[in-house]
């Protein structure tokens, strides 16, 4: 019975370290592909809590939501990522909509608080500062 245990785990540690190793091959090839621009924060994914982000975007007057009665402002980034923002300081978002490209910089949190829930956004910045952008 013991034996068959460490034959079970022999195997789970196999196929782990398969995977971290596929993991890293996926990154190196994405990384070769994409030139010097590539950072680690240009793909949300890879977000951390607590993490200082820039997101290029442009305001929107409701985020998708979960429930269709629910209307959320919030941020689309470029890439088509939405995001909740906070402690932006502006009391009205809807004055940002439709005025161009901004550059949001903040904590990122993955954590959606309550008021958000109904939000299907990547996750929420803690802004730092608000930056109006020319282009794209």
């Known amino acids: 019975m013991e034996r068959s245990s ?3 785990k022999r195997q789970l540690a196999l ?45 929107v007057d409701c985020v998708p939501t979960k ?8 941020f689309r980034s470029n890439d ?3 995001f909740v923002l906070t402690n932006h300081g502006i009391g009205d978002l809807s004055q940002l909509i439709n005025q161009g490209h901004f550059q949001v910089t903040g904590r990122f949190s993955a ?11 990547a996750g929420v ?7 109006p952008i020319d282009s794209v």
């Open 15 to 59: 196929i782990g370290s398969i995977t971290a190793v596929a993991a890293v091959a996926l990154f190196m090839t994405i990384l070769s592909f994409s030139g010097d621009s590539f950072s680690l924060t240009d793909i949300p994914f890879f977000f951390l809590n607590g993490q200082e982000i820039t997101v290029k975007g442009m305001f």
């Open 111 to 121: 954590s959606i608080p309550e008021p958000y829930w109904a939000a299907d956004v």
């Open 80 to 82: 088509g990522a939405y």
């Open 125 to 131: 910045i803690a802004v730092n500062s608000i930056t």
């Open 6 to 8: 460490l034959l079970i």
């Open 67 to 74: 429930m269709l009665d629910v209307c959320i402002s919030g």
